[in-house]
Structures are given as structure tokens and as C-alpha cells.
């Protein structure tokens, strides 16, 4: 399934991975992805420290493999052999800008609501999610029923 979504998606270059450009098999499989960081993110600091998220199942790598194609473009890395270095705290704030850009997506596609898309330049911007929670007050209440009140998957 992943060399599929690299022959599929990743293959198109980095705008693919736009969640506004993912066909919905793959937004779907990112979504569930997404939620459960995004659960394990906003756990309190003394349970995050014995619940670490786990990057191994397909839909984490599927999530996990669109954040660095986007970090190599931001980036300006043509060969992706190039070695890059990213502080890890760096790294999870960059999967918690995609995975929430991925749920608002997934939120805009289901209940019609009009959310400014994402950019290459602006994805992995936390200020642009903020932004958009602030002209979207109704986003609160749909990410603590779909992200937090869900219980894992």
C-alpha cells in the first residue's frame, strides 16, 4: 500500500500531498492517521511521556512519508537522498500542522464549510491553523467530537 501511494501520490511531486489534492482513499487513511496523533498531542505532558505515538502502522508512514516530501520541497531538497536535519520537536509540530490540515480538510469535504486551503508554503505553518480557528469558531467543536471524543481507533 505504501509503494502505491508513492507511485499513486508522491510520484506527482509535493502538491500532491495537499490534502485538498488527496483522492479520498488516501485523505481517508491519513485522516486516521491524523486523529490519533493529534489524540495523543493533546494529552496532558505526564501522559504523553507513557503514551509516545507509534509512527509503524501504514497510515502513520502514509502521513509521516507526505510531511517529509513537504519539508524536502520547503526546503529546496531536489535529491532525496540529501540528508536534512530537523530538530524532532521541530518534526512533530510539522505532522501536527499536516494532521490538522488533514482534518480540516476531511471536515470541509463532509459538512460544506469554507476553510481557506493550504499551500506548500502555509501547511506546515501553525499560525495559519490558528488563524483559521479563529474565523471558524465552529471548527472547536467539530475537532473535539471528531478528534478527541472519538475514542481511538
Not at 72 to 98: F, R
Request: glycine share 2%; aromatic share 10%; hydrophobic share 40%.
Amino acid at each position: 500500500m505504501l509503494n502505491q501511494f508513492m507511485d499513486e501520490v508522491v510520484t506527482n511531486g509535493p502538491e500532491a500531498l495537499l490534502p485538498q489534492n488527496l483522492e479520498d482513499q488516501w485523505l481517508d487513511m491519513i485522516y486516521t492517521a491524523s486523529k490519533l496523533f493529534i489524540r495523543t498531542a493533546a494529552l496532558p505532558a505526564e501522559e504523553k511521556e507513557k503514551k509516545e505515538y507509534d509512527f509503524t502502522d501504514l497510515y502513520s508512514n502514509l502521513m509521516l512519508t507526505s510531511v517529509m516530501e513537504i519539508i524536502y520541497h520547503q526546503k529546496g531538497v531536489i535529491i532525496k537522498s540529501s540528508k536534512i536535519t530537523v530538530p524532532e520537536a521541530e518534526i512533530y509540530e510539522y505532522i501536527l500542522c499536516y494532521a490538522m490540515s488533514v482534518v480540516y480538510e476531511s471536515i470541509r469535504r463532509e459538512a460544506d464549510i469554507v476553510i481557506p486551503l493550504p499551500t506548500l508554503d502555509t501547511i506546515l505553518d501553525r499560525e495559519r491553523l490558528f488563524e483559521i480557528e479563529q474565523s471558524n469558531p465552529e471548527l472547536t467543536e467539530f475537532l473535539q467530537k471528531i478528534v478527541l471524543e472519538d475514542g481511538a481507533e
